[in-house]
Each structure stands twice: as structure tokens, then as C-alpha cells.
């Protein structure tokens, strides 16, 4: 049976290595999923996001579905260019209206952390909470905070833009911090990143290890994993309790690729009572509840 395209929203989460696209039913419900590999130039990305919006149609049945898409970075109003994506071919670019133009239809684009906030304000980890600030740690560090199930976005496009704030409270062998794409120095998303992680255990031990990999190595008892992801944590409680003293959410919820680190909530949670301004912290850090699916599944809901 064939259903109608007002059945299904269409969701496509625009990584920096991974391009995801579902079929998103009205009640919840993933009915189709795929997944490809992020092109390093536009041209070729707009053909990828194309293709695979065409093939979750496919999947489904149905075609001229709405479509939402999270990406990298945010769309200037007045010109309809991409500024401030760490996927940088994105820059300067128009992509919704060259997608608009290849997929015949309107297409709604948002900050990729802001669709990963709305996804578990609404349903996810932080379903319960009236202030939610979510939290991408991938590819990039990003961030998206959500106000009684809406996302604040600013007169800049830049609310919780954590990222590309220096780390507080740097140690001598941390300043001046390593060069961030954005043309500044010491940025979070240097030190907090899954590539930074990576490469802090390549400075420390001469090895290049994947981020899986460097846990594996601390769960097994090297003295360097583990020293890298005690520096990890702890940069971690920083950075997330300057965000704490500017916007105290009840619940802050981890995303991406690093929130898969085991305990990493709990480590954070930990050590925060160091760094924020009160006596007390009632602040919940958690992991999300949707996993990879939550910025996927919050692009689909921009899609009405």
C-alpha cells in the first residue's frame, strides 16, 4: 500500500563524515533510514543529500515529502549563505536554495545541535526539563539550548555556540591552545572534539589511535588513555560549567560521537563542583536517549 506524502517527514542530518536521512511518521516512528558517507566538497554533498532524500522516498513509497536538514553551521537570513560550518566547503554557500531547486520542494534548514536539543527536549533525556541545553561532541562542538520546547536561536544565529568560546580556566600547557578553523586559538572544540581527542593521545604518545580505540586502551589500564581521558573529563567540566553559570539549565544532555564514552556523564557530573558558581549543583548531565537518531529525528520535525 502506498502512503501519501502527509504522512511522512523527511530528516537529514548533515555531518562531517556521515550524511543520515530518515522517514519520519507523524506518530514518532522511524519508517525508513539511510546512511552514506559526507562528500569533502559541495557540489558533490548536494548531489549526496539528493540522492539519498530520494532514496528514503523510495523506501517509503511515497514522494514530494516535506524535508528538514541539520547542518554544520547556520543560514544568514538576509543573503541565505552558510557561515560558521566546520564542514567548510558549506561556506558561503546556498545550499537550501539548491536544494530547493534540485528537490522541488521547500526545504528547511537549522543549526544541526539545535535539531539534536529540540529531539531530546521534546521525547528524549531531557523530555522533563523546561531549560535543555544539548550538547554535540563530534566532529565538531556544538550546541543548542531549548526553552520550554523551543530553540532559542539569537539575532547572531549563534545561541549556544559553546564551541567557539575559549577553554576556561587553561593550565600553562594548555595556552594558548591549538589553531581553530574559525582563525582564533584554544576554542573548546579543539581540546573537546573527537579528532582533538584523538590527537591529544597522539601528542602524548606517539601513536595514532581512533577515539574507540584510546577507551579501549584506559579500560585496559595504560597509564597514557587514561591520563588523556582524565584531561578529557575534566575540560569537559569546564567548559560545560561556564555554560552552567551563564544559563543554568536543568539538564544538559551529551550528543555525538564522544558521548558514547562510557560514564562520561557521570565523570563530568563529578567534577563540576568544582567549577560552578554555586555551593550546590543541580544541574543534570545526561547521555541522550536517541543516540545517533536524536539530530536526524529533530532536522525531520523542522519539516511541517
Known sequence: MTTTPRGFRIGVDLGGTKIEAIALARDGQIAARERISTPRAYPETLSAIVDIVHRVELSTGATGAPVGIGIPGAVTPSTGLVKNANSVWLIGQPLGRDLEERLGRPVRLANDANCFAISEAADGAGSSAD????????????????????ALVGPNLIAGEWGHNPLPWMTPDEFPGPPCYCGKRGCIETFLSGPAFEREYAASTGDKLASVEIVKSAEAGSAHAIGVLARYH????????????????????????MSNVPSLAEAVSARLPRYVFSDSVHTRVVRNKHGDSSGVRGAAWLAD
Open 131 to 150: 531549560v535543555v541545553f544539548g550538547v554535540i561532541l563530534g566532529t565538531g562542538v556544538g550546541g543548542g539550548i531549548v526553552v520550554h520546547g523551543r
Open 234 to 257: 575534566d575540560r569537559l567540566a569546564r567548559a560545560l560549567a561556564s555554560v552552567i553559570n551563564v544559563v543554568d539549565p536543568d539538564v544538559i544532555v551529551l550528543g555525538g560521537g
